[in-house]
């Protein structure tokens, strides 16, 4: 049994695991990502550190490859990457497989994030899922009947840029106003705290920022909140009850055993589940959030190199 290569193509990082068959990591390796640069610095990257796990005798079954979107499953095309220039209809996994001669298969991070939540974290066991990752972005993956969901182009299950708030003037990078992630998302919290801080300074944020409020993070909201600040905490609650919102429309669409939170946001735990919690069931028919945990998600960093190690095993010879 050959063993097989996951790639996750973050933002900052480039990670890679070789893995056997039964989901062993023999080796792993992580390298600066230099996004920003060009479609050809990244790509000599990401062969680099394919090579760098690649094993030193015998063959590998497949790579697997995890990217931000948008992009194409199917066809393994890099639609478009805000960060890289010149990644637009990018052939990632027909280079690759020239490249390395083997089978290689593409999925967006959230999508490949909720793979490994379902199969390994904390939705191990539930047939159907809903999993949302919350951090600069916020990204989803839907398992229904043990199946990725991921559209007639490939491009579904983007919860993230679900409508909330018609009316709000956070504006999401999409171009809409009042998505899921303009109203939750981390940047999105450090925004929020910014503005009420440019109208009263009574707040903890005020000291953990040293008086800087540009150098506030969701983290610093969160800690604030943790330590009692209304006003981060007020902050938190918002966020918790977009989320609700959100979580409810999903809810009525896909009825999964369980709903996941994943991503840096969510590390404000209770912060922002238990607003969520609450609005889910002050809006929701309760037959469908009853018997249906809203948990955080179990695997760390390494979330979406799993996903990628589990679609490179899916492949079937
Ligand atoms: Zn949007």
Same mark, same amino acid.
């Given at each position: 049994?050959n063993?097989?290569?996951?790639?996750?193509?973050?933002g900052?990082?480039?990670r890679?695991?070789l893995?056997?068959?039964?989901?062993k990591?023999?080796?792993r390796?992580e390298?600066?990502n230099?996004?920003?640069q060009?479609?050809?610095?990244?790509i000599?990257?990401?062969l680099?550190v394919?090579?760098?796990?690649w094993?030193?005798s015998g @063959?590998?079954q497949?790579i697997?490859i995890?990217?931000?979107g948008?992009l194409?499953p199917?066809?393994?095309v890099?639609?478009?990457?805000p960060?890289i220039?010149?990644?637009?209809?990018?052939?990632?996994?027909?280079?690759?497989?020239?490249?390395f001669h083997?089978?290689v298969?593409?999925n967006?991070?959230a999508?490949?994030?909720?793979?490994?939540?379902h199969?390994l974290g904390?939705?191990?066991?539930?047939?159907?899922l809903? +999993?949302l990752t919350i951090?600069t972005?916020?990204?989803s993956g839907?398992i229904v009947?043990?199946k990725l969901?991921?559209?007639?182009?490939?491009?579904?299950?983007e919860?993230g840029?679900?409508?909330?708030?018609?009316?709000?003037?956070?504006r999401?990078?999409?171009?809409?106003y009042?998505?899921?992630?303009?109203l939750?998302?981390?940047p999105?919290?450090?925004?929020?705290? @910014?503005?009420?801080?440019?109208q009263s300074?009574?707040?903890?944020?005020w000291?953990?920022?040293?008086?800087?409020p540009?150098s506030?993070?969701?983290k610093?909201v969160?800690?604030?909140a943790?330590?009692?600040?209304?006003?981060a905490?007020?902050i938190f609650?918002?966020a918790g009850?977009?989320?609700?919102?959100a979580?409810t429309?999903?809810? +009525?669409?896909f009825n999964p055993?369980?709903v996941?939170?994943?991503?840096?946001?969510?590390k404000?735990?209770?912060l922002?589940?238990d607003?969520?919690?609450?609005?889910?069931?002050?809006?929701?028919?309760?037959?469908?959030?009853?018997?249906?945990?809203?948990?955080?998600?179990?695997?760390g960093?390494?979330?979406?190199?799993?996903?990628?190690?589990?679609?490179?095993?899916?492949?079937?010879f």
């Amino acid at each position: 049994m050959n063993p097989l290569i996951a790639v996750d193509i973050g933002g900052s990082l480039i990670r890679a695991g070789l893995f056997s068959q039964n989901g062993k990591i023999l080796c792993r390796v992580e390298k600066p990502n230099p996004a920003r640069q060009s479609a050809n610095t990244i790509i000599k990257s990401i062969l680099a550190v394919v090579e760098s796990v690649w094993p030193t005798s015998g @063959r590998v079954q497949a790579i697997g490859i995890s990217a931000p979107g948008p992009l194409d499953p199917v066809r393994g095309v890099i639609l478009h990457s805000p960060n890289i220039p010149g990644w637009d209809n990018y052939p990632l996994v027909e280079e690759l497989e020239k490249y390395f001669h083997v089978t290689v298969r593409l999925n967006d991070d959230a999508n490949l994030a909720a793979l490994a939540e379902h199969r390994l974290g904390a939705g191990k066991g539930c047939n159907h899922l809903v +999993y949302l990752t919350i951090s600069t972005g916020v990204g989803s993956g839907i398992i229904v009947d043990n199946k990725l969901l991921i559209g007639s182009a490939g491009i579904g299950a983007e919860a993230g840029h679900m409508l909330i708030q018609e009316s709000s003037p956070l504006r999401c990078g999409c171009g809409n106003y009042g998505c899921l992630e303009s109203l939750i998302s981390g940047p999105s919290l450090a925004e929020q705290a @910014r503005l009420a801080l440019s109208q009263s300074q009574d707040s903890l944020m005020w000291q953990l920022s040293e008086g800087d409020p540009k150098s506030i993070t969701a983290k610093t909201v969160a800690e604030a909140a943790r330590q009692g600040d209304a006003l981060a905490i007020e902050i938190f609650d918002q966020a918790g009850k977009n989320l609700g919102i959100a979580l409810t429309n999903l809810l +009525y669409i896909f009825n999964p055993q369980m709903v996941v939170i994943g991503g840096s946001v969510s590390k404000a735990g209770e912060l922002l589940l238990d607003p969520a919690r609450q609005m889910v069931r002050k809006i929701c028919m309760s037959y469908y959030w009853i018997n249906t945990p809203i948990v955080l998600a179990e695997l760390g960093d390494d979330t979406s190199l799993w996903g990628a190690y589990y679609l490179a095993l899916d492949i079937h010879f």
